[in-house]
């Protein structure tokens, strides 16, 4: 069975910075490009980075572009998202997702995680 999950998350100062993990069965890592989304209860699911196979491409959404930084170690199977300067507004659970091709699109993308809980206060 494929897994994703998801740790790193927690309550944090505005700010802050925390660091994702998400960690991946071989099957569903290898050859996969791995995102980032996050949810607010009520809210549509939103983007917030993708990095490609093996790493070479990489994008974040405007909100988050330069305070947080997506990476991948292959070897563990395991994508990271760094977050920096947190604000108030990053509150939300976070998802990891793989898929087989780099999009913001959230239907675009196989396997995700159970999430994990970020929480920024003011």
């Known amino acids: 069975q494929v897994q994703l999950v998801e740790s790193g998350g927690g309550l944090v100062q505005a700010g802050g910075s925390l660091r994702l993990s998400c960690a991946a069965s071989?099957?569903?890592?290898?050859?996969?490009?791995m995102a980032w989304f996050r949810q607010v209860p009520g809210k549509e699911r939103e983007f917030v980075a993708y990095i490609s196979w093996p790493g070479s491409s990489i994008y974040y959404a405007d909100s988050v572009r330069g305070r947080f930084t997506i990476s991948r170690d292959n070897a563990k199977n395991t994508v990271y998202l760094q977050m920096n300067s947190l604000k108030p507004e990053d509150t939300a659970l976070y998802y990891c997702a793989a898929g087989p091709s780099g999009s913001i699109i959230y239907p675009s993308y196989d396997y995700w995680g159970q999430g994990t809980q970020v929480t920024v206060s003011s």
């Open positions: 071989a099957r569903t890592f290898s050859s996969y490009n």
